[in-house]
């Protein structure tokens, strides 16, 4: 099957998944809190579900990484790995707040292939192909073409001690406007529009990182881990992310290796 085919089938998912983050975004949501302090909703398992059950009857001979389980579900050996995030930015979801994106990439042989991220609130679907440049809602998208830092807006997520010191460093020493909070995938495609300069993101999960990887390096950036290092395989734990321009990538990587982990 061509890569074209397999994007066609994960825009029809991010079109459905986006439908039921809108129908079911309400204030007092109901929610149960994982053992890793983040929110589990009644929208995530439901996505989860349609997610699984659709590539598992599309797909036999794939397998699934999902964040709502554990375990790799479909075909063990398959080549064949899809990645999702059924709801990224659960916390903001779950409270009220419209900045969550259903996230799901395809990866073969440790490589992402196709990506999808999909803020329903808005309407805008954002998507790649490797190797044929990234698209929002059918219009190509780039980076943007900051040659520097300073009066960029970047963002920050899954903010830890490094990224506290890290926070500092960028607003004090090269005037970025900084932003936290939001979800990794809705800044993420942002990157990728050419809206902010970077993201920084101090995560080790896969579902929070890949589709940001191949939508950002085909819309003309780059996407390293943390160290500045590209990995080998996309399909497993990550040393966070940072995905930028391109432009501004050196320098990223210079103020977060400063600061431990």
């Known amino acids: 099957m061509e890569h074209t085919d397999y994007l066609a089938f994960a825009l029809d998912l991010a079109r459905d ?28 398992t439901k996505i989860h579900t349609l997610v699984c059950d659709s590539i598992l009857r599309a797909f036999p001979t794939h397998a699934i990484l999902s964040e709502e389980d554990s375990s790799k579900l479909g075909a063990a050996d398959s080549e064949y790995l899809w990645v999702c995030d059924p709801v990224d930015g659960t916390h903001n979801f779950s409270h009220g707040i419209p900045t969550a994106t259903f996230m799901l990439s395809l990866v073969h042989d440790g490589v992402p292939i196709v990506a999808v991220i999909h803020d329903p609130f808005m309407d805008r679907l954002f998507y790649a192909e490797k190797g044929r440049g990234a698209f929002m809602n059918n219009t190509q998208i780039h980076v943007s073409s900051a040659p520097s830092l300073k009066h960029t807006v970047a963002a920050l997520g899954k903010v830890n001690k490094q990224l506290l010191a890290v926070y500092g460093a960028l607003r004090e020493e090269r005037g970025v406007r900084v932003i936290t909070g939001l979800s990794v995938g809705y800044v993420g495609a942002l990157v990728a ?9 101090s995560g080790r999960d896969a579902h929070d990182t890949v589709a940001i990887q191949l939508l950002v390096e085909e819309a003309g950036g780059i996407a390293t881990d943390l160290t500045g290092q590209k990995s080998a395989r996309y399909d497993g734990e990550v040393n966070g992310q940072i995905a930028s321009n391109g432009l501004v990538h050196a320098d990223l990587v210079e103020i977060v290796s400063r600061y431990e982990a």
């Open 17 to 44: 998944a986006g439908a039921i983050m809108k129908q079911n975004f309400i204030l007092g949501m109901k929610k149960e809190w994982k053992n890793d302090a983040t929110p589990l909703t009644e929208t995530d």
């Open 193 to 201: 529009a050419g809206e902010l300069s970077a993201c920084i993101f």
